[in-house]
C-alpha cells in the first residue's frame, strides 16, 4: 500500500519539534488520500460553476466515431486517421477548438480522413450533421495546413527543435526581440 505526505491545517497537540521527529503524523493511507484529493475537487468544480465558469468540455472524438457508423464506413485506419487530424488541429495557430463546434471539428476530421482512405461518400452528407460548406472548406484547410505550420516552426527552430531549456529560450526571445 503506498502512502503521501499530506500537511493537515489542524493543529497537531504534539509540539511541532516531535511533529518533525516523526514522520508517521504526516503519512494517510491511500483511501484517505483519494477521499480528500476528490472532496477538493468536488468543491473547486462547484466554485467554479458558482463563479459562472463552463466545467464541461466536448470533444470530437466521439463524435467521428459515431458519424462513421452513421455513414457505414467505420474502419480503424478511418478512425486513426480522423484522430490524428483532430490531434493535429490542436496545434493550429487558428485555434479552432475554441472557434468551432466539435461537430464541425469531426466532420471535417472524417472528410479528410476518408479522403485519404479513399473511402466514397454520399453527397453532401455533412449537412445532415449540421456543417456548412464554408465552415467544412476552412477546416479542411487549416487540418491540412498544421503539418506546414509545424514543419516551418522545426525550420525555424533549427535541428535542436523547440528551445526548452532556460537559457535556449531566453536566447530565441532575444533573437526575435532584434
Not at 484517505?32 to 484529493?37: F, I, K, P, Q
Not at 465558469?53 to 458519424?67: E, G, I, K, S, W
Not at 491540412?144 to 537559457?167: A, C, L, S, T
Amino acid at each position: 500500500m503506498t502512502t503521501y505526505l499530506l500537511k493537515t491545517s489542524t493543529p497537531s497537540p504534539i509540539s511541532p519539534t516531535a511533529a518533525a521527529a516523526d514522520p508517521e503524523s504526516y503519512y494517510v493511507d491511500d483511501r484517505t488520500y483519494l477521499y480528500h484529493r476528490t472532496r477538493l475537487l468536488d468543491t473547486e468544480t462547484e466554485i467554479l460553476k458558482a463563479l459562472g465558469f463552463q466545467t464541461h468540455t466536448a470533444l470530437p472524438y466521439t463524435l467521428v466515431v459515431n458519424y462513421a457508423q452513421a455513414l457505414d464506413c467505420l474502419t480503424k485506419s478511418l478512425l486513426k486517421r480522423g484522430f490524428a487530424y483532430l490531434t493535429d488541429a490542436l496545434m493550429s495557430p487558428s485555434l479552432v477548438y475554441l472557434t468551432h463546434q466539435p461537430n464541425a471539428l469531426a466532420v471535417a476530421a472524417l472528410y479528410l480522413a476518408a479522403r485519404d482512405e479513399g473511402v466514397k461518400l454520399p453527397e453532401v452528407w455533412w449537412e445532415v450533421f449540421d456543417v456548412e460548406r464554408e465552415d467544412l472548406g476552412f477546416l479542411v484547410a487549416v487540418m491540412r495546413g498544421v503539418q506546414e505550420f509545424v514543419e516551418g516552426r522545426v525550420k525555424e527552430w533549427g535541428v535542436g527543435g523547440i528551445p526548452w531549456e532556460g537559457r535556449e529560450l531566453e536566447e530565441e526571445m532575444e533573437r526575435r526581440r532584434r
